[in-house]
C-alpha cells in the first residue's frame, strides 16, 4: 500500500496549532512509517493549495493520503474540488484534526490512523 502524508499548518499563525510542532511531527511520519512523502503546507485550502492538491494527486497511484490539520468533515469539503480535478476518490482521504493538541498527543494521534488504516487495508 502506497500512502502520502501532508500537515496543513493553517498558515502557521493559527492559535490552534500553537502547543504542536509540525515538524517533529511530520519527521516522525517520514521515518517510523516510510511513506512515499511527507510534507508541510502553508494552506491546503487556499487557492495555491487547491493547485498543490491537483498537481500532487493527479494521475497519483497512492492509496492513502493522510492529512493533519482541521476537522476531517472541513477537510473533505475544501478538498472535494480538487480530488475531483485530479481524479482522486475522497475516500482515499485519511484527515486527522490535530487542533489544539501537544507534540505527543498529534504523534499519538496520527500513529494510530496509520495503523488503524493499514490493519483494515490488510484484511
Ligand atoms: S485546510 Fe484546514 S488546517 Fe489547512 S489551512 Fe485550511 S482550515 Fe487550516
Excluded: W
Amino acid at each position: 500500500m502506497k500512502e502520502g502524508f501532508l500537515f496543513c499548518v493553517c498558515q502557521g499563525t493559527c492559535p490552534s496549532f500553537a502547543k504542536e510542532n509540525a515538524y517533529e511531527i511530520t519527521n516522525m511520519v517520514r521515518k517510523k512509517y516510510n511513506v512515499e512523502y511527507a510534507a508541510i503546507h502553508p494552506q491546503l485550502c487556499a487557492e495555491d493549495g487547491d493547485r498543490f492538491l491537483k498537481n500532487l494527486l493527479k494521475g497519483t497511484d497512492i492509496d492513502v493520503l493522510y492529512v493533519a490539520g482541521c476537522d476531517p468533515v472541513m477537510q473533505n469539503k475544501m478538498f472535494k474540488d480538487s480530488f475531483a480535478a485530479a481524479g482522486f476518490e475522497v475516500k482515499r482521504l485519511a484527515g486527522c484534526d490535530v487542533r489544539n493538541k501537544t507534540t505527543e498527543e498529534v504523534e499519538k494521534l496520527i500513529s494510530d490512523l496509520i495503523e488503524k488504516t493499514r490493519s483494515e487495508k490488510a484484511k
